[in-house]
């Protein structure tokens, strides 16, 4: 945990406190995933699990190991585990000034799907709700967002 509070700090300028990542991990459907290098933590995620969606509620890779590609990898793993636990989705926020973020995560192929208006209650700041989306919905989910209802009708037009 020392390790994650560091790298936290170190990220953000409202940062989680302990209590807040033991709170939400206490959580039966909150995830936490660390990153080793040499028995290093060097960059944590914290999500939560939904009927059909992941929510990212924070992530950060500590400072030395940023453009490595190290974040790529963990979005990467959650993406891999949208369709083997059967989600189309993962939604996350990001603060309306955070700009590296927001090119981070558009380059991993989320969309911005609305704006919270005063979403951080510290700064009164907006946030981005971001969204990735699977292209490829397989049957058994119970998700009509990427599928196009009308097609199957021929003469619908």
Request: hydrophobic share 40%; glycine share 4%; proline share 3%.
């Amino acid at each position: 945990m020392p390790q994650v509070l560091d790298i936290e700090q170190t990220s953000f300028e409202q940062s989680w406190t302990e209590e807040d990542f033991l709170c939400s991990l206490r959580q039966r459907h909150c995830i936490g995933m660390v990153v080793e290098l040499n028995e290093e933590i060097i960059g944590f995620m914290i999500y939560e699990l939904h009927k059909v969606s992941l929510r990212v509620l924070n992530f950060a890779v500590a400072e030395p190991y940023r453009r490595h590609g190290i974040g790529i990898q963990m979005i990467q793993k959650l993406i891999d585990k949208l369709s083997q636990q059967r989600r189309s989705e993962i939604d996350l926020t990001v603060r309306e000034t955070n700009l590296s973020a927001q090119l981070f995560y558009q380059s991993q192929g989320f969309k911005a799907v609305n704006v919270l208006r005063g979403h951080y209650p510290d700064t009164d700041e907006d946030a981005y709700l971001l969204r990735y989306q699977l292209l490829d919905v397989p049957d058994w989910l119970p998700f009509e967002g990427v599928r196009n209802r009308l097609t199957a009708y021929k003469d619908a037009a």
